[in-house]
């Protein structure tokens, strides 16, 4: 009975040490995403950071699926009542998924326009 109660309590410390590593890495994934919407376009570290992203499901390859992430945020920050930072923050990442993806017209402009937020060289 000793053994197994090693056993259980050997696990303990590398579960406290991997959970600790899986929130650094969330953190970790947080911030590059933050960063990639501050990038400038021309940025030669974009499509390594844009890749990562991607990869851990941050970033979707698909414009639907951006598109539908930022509506449901948006929609969910002025639910919430967002402050202005927040929403400045979710106004930046419409701005730039639209630029960087060519999206003509469509609820992401609809959004801006609605807010008041659309720029004369996004109309």
């Known amino acids: 009975m000793a053994n ?3 056993k259980k ?5 590398p579960l406290k040490n991997f959970k600790y590593a899986e929130e650094e890495f969330y ?3 947080d911030e590059l995403e933050r960063v990639y919407y501050l990038m400038d376009d021309n940025d030669s570290d ?3 950071v844009r890749g990562y992203l991607e990869q851990y499901g941050c970033l979707s390859a698909d414009e639907c699926e951006m598109e539908e992430k930022l509506v449901k945020e948006y ?3 002025k639910n919430e009542n967002a402050d202005e ?4 923050e979710i106004y930046n990442k419409i701005r730039v998924t639209i630029r960087r993806n060519s999206i003509k017209g469509g609820i992401l402009n609809a959004i801006l326009a609605d807010d008041g937020k659309l720029n004369e060289e996004e109309a």
């Open 4 to 6: 197994q109660n090693n």
């Open 9 to 13: 309590t050997d696990a303990i410390i």
């Open 27 to 29: 953190r970790a994934l």
């Open 46 to 48: 974009i499509g390594y």
């Open 75 to 77: 929609e969910t920050a």
């Open 85 to 88: 930072n927040e929403m400045n």
